[in-house]
């Protein structure tokens, strides 16, 4: 069975690969699509869809996952929650099942596959990352040592002040 996990990923943390990991748990290859991958250089989204696939791919390999059973794709958001799924169901491969936490998602794919819900664990959020950066509070424990290591490389504590107004 093939599934697919949709999120920002903006940037990716802990509380991604723990879901990446039960959800394989239950699936046989997992599809990430990388939403709203067209921004970038914004408070919310300091990083485009490419950079945070890269930087989703380095972590998922850096925890030892099988990236043969994971297909990661950029998404670009549509003019509305509508066509952003339509988007989904064009440029991913075919997939079974799709792991959402949002009702709006769960509304709008409901019956086309099997829907999933997950829900957000821990107290980690990529908003707060990007606070934290913006902050100069210590941020690396909360995601993995490939991705602090590409945001810097991007410039990325520079881009999320700057989008804070920093």
Do not use: Q
């Not at 929650?81 to 491969?93: A, G």
């Not at 908003?127 to 991705?147: H, P, Q, V």
């Amino acid at each position: 069975m093939k599934g697919l996990y949709w999120g920002r990923f903006n940037p990716p943390h802990k509380g991604h690969i723990k879901l990446v990991k039960k959800i394989l748990s239950e699936i046989n290859s997992l599809i990430i699509a990388v939403g709203s991958a067209r921004h970038k250089n914004t408070k919310r989204d300091p990083f485009d869809g490419k950079e945070r696939a890269k930087m989703l791919k380095a972590y998922l390999k850096e925890e030892g996952f099988d990236m043969k059973k994971i297909k990661i794709v950029p998404v670009p958001n549509g003019k509305s929650m509508y066509s952003s799924v339509k988007n989904v169901f064009r440029l991913c491969p075919k997939f079974d099942v799709m792991y959402a936490d949002k009702e709006t998602i769960i509304k709008l794919v409901n019956k086309k596959v099997e829907i999933r819900k997950i829900k957000r664990t821990g107290k980690i959020s990529s908003t707060k990352i990007r606070d934290a950066i913006a902050k100069d509070n210590k941020w690396e424990n909360l995601t993995g040592k490939s991705t602090a290591k590409i945001i810097r490389k991007l410039n990325g504590i520079e881009r999320i002040k700057e989008s804070y107004g920093k």
